[in-house]
């Protein structure tokens, strides 16, 4: 439970603290830098002692022609391996070895369990769909059909949508694929569309994987919804800047969503992923090596690439805010009710709570609170109540429809969703959104609440919370 006191002197001090974690930033990032330097200089030593075996081999095979009893005392798996590697011009390090060795346990290991697809090369761009098992509901097909169904036939010729399964259990994996299958069978004749799944070997033991800044090991998304002729747009966007060197293009402002990479640069990005995946999620690594390899990383938010509004700001009463819900990679209530970020949480059960306990007691005009947003509009609270707590609760002068929401724990629900009736709380907001007014015999307001009927299937954003006081 975290208190926020919204105060004047909040923004005097808001500089300073910017210049602090700035400070901080800075610092972390420069340990990163000189970690990458040290796994270079380790990998080129790496490289220079191989290259110097590569050349022991050579001489060896060069000794021995002509010589056939020489010859013979090699096995044909090792008269292979020599054969390949006197063949070569330089000796690759093979650098995913060197991050996960436990690959080499296995030959397979980075062979896929499931494949399929044409291979369709000689595209402009290439989409990545991870998902993984949910426990609700998946967001696959819904995905797949809005990325699909806004391109155009030729668009349709020039990319690839390659659909990762992250997951080793094959009847899962299976049923994925036949029901994509089914339902994207053109797509994925056409060539258009491919899915892959890898093998258990793939992954490294991750039970003892920590979960850092509030992030689940849960982390794939496969729930977007996209705009309208957004192939061109980004395909056009990316060319007009050809002549610029750039690493990342941005076209969502949430994690890893959206994000377009240049195929050169994929090694380099790939291999520090693999350094430091147990450390941070994957968008705060992409900070990192921005800074590590241009040592500017300017994410001005001015010019964010078609940037979506995604949580709006109002003036709250203060106030101290809890909730039930599991938080998803740091967008906290807290950060919502002051207007500096969504708040974002995993499916909501029957029972969850989001409260709102007031400094002091508050004669409420009016409420509104807005789930979802632009880039997940389908994240909205569902079968939620809206509840207040009056300050005088016992002194109350109150209507007979208004006792008649009066709970047992003293709170009075004031918003039905919209569809419900007095005899039945199952519904949902219309269009992800809570709003009215209060019944001024309730005033003042000690606490506002709303409260979970029922299990939702999706998870819940609130990117707008507006708790407006009784003006004079």
Known sequence: MSRILIKSFVLQFSGIDHIEKLIA??????????????????????????????????????????SKNAMNNFSDETLKLLKELTSRKSLQVPNIYYHLPHLLKNEGSLQPSVQVGLGRTGVSIVMGIPTVKRKVKSYLTETLHSLIDKLSPEEKLDCVMVVFIGETDLDYVNSVVASLEKEFSTEINSGLVEVIAPPASYYPDLTNLKETFGDSKERLEDDIVVKQNYFSTIKNFALQLASEDWMILEFSQLGFIGKMFQS?????????????????????????????????????????????????????????????????????????????????????????????????????????????????????????????????????????????????????????????????????????????????????????????????????????????????
């Open 264 to 472: 050169p640069d994929i090694t380099l990005i790939v291999e520090f992923i693999f350094m430091f995946y147990k450390e941070k999620p994957i968008d705060w690594l992409l900070d990192h090596i921005l800074w590590v390899k241009v040592c500017n990383p300017e994410k001005d938010a001015d010019k964010d690439f078609l940037k979506p509004l995604l949580h709006k700001i109002h003036v709250n009463p203060p106030a101290e805010v809890s909730t039930s819900l599991k938080v998803y990679q740091g967008h906290t209530l807290e950060k919502t009710y002051v207007g500096e970020d969504f708040f974002w949480a995993v499916t909501p059960v029957a029972g969850d709570y989001i409260l709102f306990k007031f400094d002091k007691p508050v004669n409420v005009e009016r409420y509104l609170f807005h789930s979802g947003n632009p880039e997940h509009p389908g994240d909205i609270l569902l079968n939620t109540t809206v509840e207040v707590l009056p300050f005088q609760n016992e002194e109350l002068v109150l209507s007979k429809e208004t006792k008649d929401k009066r709970l047992e724990d003293g709170y009075f629900r004031i918003g039905l969703n919209r569809g419900y009736t007095s005899a039945s709380f199952v519904g949902k907001f219309e269009n992800g959104v809570a709003e009215g007014t209060v019944d001024p015999s309730l005033n003042p307001i000690s606490s506002f609440r709303l409260s979970v009927i029922q299990n939702s299937a999706v998870w819940a954003i609130l990117n707008e919370i507006h708790i407006k006081k009784i003006t004079n």
């Open 25 to 66: 930033y800075q610092r972390e990032f420069h340990a990163l830098k000189e970690r990458l330097r040290i796994a270079e200089h380790r990998t080129l030593q790496r490289s220079s002692e191989l290259n110097a075996i590569l050349e022991q081999f050579r001489r060896a095979v060069a000794e021995t022609n002509g």
